[in-house]
């Protein structure tokens, strides 16, 4: 079974910017793509961005050019940069990890979940 640990989230201004981190422990040694889910109250949960072993990418429409993942393999963490927050951004993010390359379709482990608040 793996584990995840997120940290990082908590109360930010529109605009500004916050830092999550996810480390995996456990079996971890058939994960590949490692991530990040959200679900904002009322809406349906949203894949922000996905990271693979090899480094390959994959972000939400809705966070372009704002966000920024990146993974330490040798940690097992994966980091969630985000930039320009708005409060559409409030949600809570969960970290997720998958055996295969994406996550848009499976999704194997699930963390506990950090919640991210911005103010207008």
């Known amino acids: 079974q793996v584990q995840l640990v997120e940290s990082g989230g908590g109360l930010v201004q529109a605009g500004g910017s916050l830092t999550l981190s996810c480390a995996a422990s456990?079996?971890?040694?058939?994960?590949?793509?490692m991530g990040w889910y959200r679900r904002a109250p009322g809406k349906q949960r949203e894949l922000v961005a996905t990271?693979?072993?090899?480094?390959?990418?994959d972000y939400g429409d809705s966070v372009k050019g704002r966000f920024t993942i990146s993974r330490d393999n040798a940690k097992n963490t994966v980091y969630l940069q985000m930039n320009s927050l708005k409060p559409e951004g409030t949600a809570v993010y969960y970290c997720?990890?998958?055996?295969?390359?994406?996550?848009?379709?499976?999704?194997?482990?699930w963390g506990q979940g950090t919640q991210v608040t911005v103010s207008s």
């Open positions: 456990g079996s971890i040694f058939s994960i590949n793509a």
């Open positions: 997720v990890v998958d055996w295969g390359e994406s996550l848009r379709y499976s999704v194997r482990g």
């Open positions: 990271i693979s072993t090899g480094g390959s990418t």
